[in-house]
């Protein structure tokens, strides 16, 4: 199966301040998901990018994909509390299996007020 | 709650016994997705089922573990003769239509075998 990594494994940061989580492939990907996991809780999808160089904002979270679909990048300005939680990638590769989804381990996001 | 529903959320087992976890899709969705969550370690794929048919089953352990999606009522997940290795959360997932569409989570089963 395909490699996803993560980066920073995790994340404190004071209220206010930016930050940037992430997702490296070892193949070209089909789409990359970002979701956020809540502790002891399911997946909030926040967005999916499939195009090379592709980039969608929702609220204070950006998400990038670069131009060979190997890299993505979540980025979140002026973090709140309320951002605080596990952020996960998930991949999808073209081919057999492709509805499958490759995780990466997360990143946890802690935020101080 | 239009949202993908999973029951127990909670689940306790001896080794030994059965476990059987739930899943409702997203109202006018056909496509679910089984996943599992082992303490430490990432998400991985278990299995996909369409309404009566189970697409890939590629992530499922050989033994003891089978699902089901029957044209009536929920997804099921079932373990048999559950032992400690299997606790973890499981998550159940499901989408529109197969392929690259966005697969929705729900909230999770812990399962926690004594």
């Known amino acids: 199966s395909q490699e996803l990594e993560q980066s920073p494994q995790s994340l404190i940061v004071q209220e206010g301040k930016n930050l940037t989580i992430n997702c490296t492939s070892s193949?070209?990907?089909?789409?990359l998901y970002w979701y956020k996991q809540k502790y002891g809780e399911g997946l909030i999808f926040l967005m999916m990018l499939q195009k090379g160089g592709e980039e969608k904002s929702h609220e204070k979270i950006t998400a990038k994909l670069d131009e060979k679909k190997q890299q993505s990048s979540l980025h979140i300005t002026a973090s709140q509390p309320s951002h605080a939680g596990i952020y996960l990638c998930?991949?999808?590769?073209?081919?057999?299996?492709?509805?499958?989804?490759?995780f990466g381990k997360g990143t946890k996001l802690s935020v101080i007020p | 709650n239009a949202g993908v529903m999973q029951n127990p959320r909670h689940l306790v087992r001896r080794r030994g016994q059965e476990a059987r976890l739930r899943c409702s899709p997203m109202k006018g969705h056909s496509h679910v997705y089984w996943y599992r969550q082992l303490p430490e370690e990432g998400l991985k794929f278990m299995v996909y089922l369409q309404k009566e048919n189970i697409i890939d089953e590629s992530g499922m352990p050989k033994e003891r573990f089978s699902a089901e999606f029957p044209k009536e009522g929920p997804s099921i997940l079932r373990i048999q003769q559950v032992v400690r290795g299997d606790s973890a959360a499981y998550f159940c997932?499901?989408?529109?239509?197969?392929?690259?569409?966005?697969?929705?989570f729900g909230p999770g089963t812990r399962l926690l075998v004594l």
């Open positions: 997932a499901s989408s529109l239509y197969k392929g690259w569409e966005t697969q929705y």
């Open positions: 193949k070209t990907l089909y789409g």
């Open positions: 998930g991949a999808q590769y073209s081919g057999a299996g492709s509805y499958q989804l490759t």
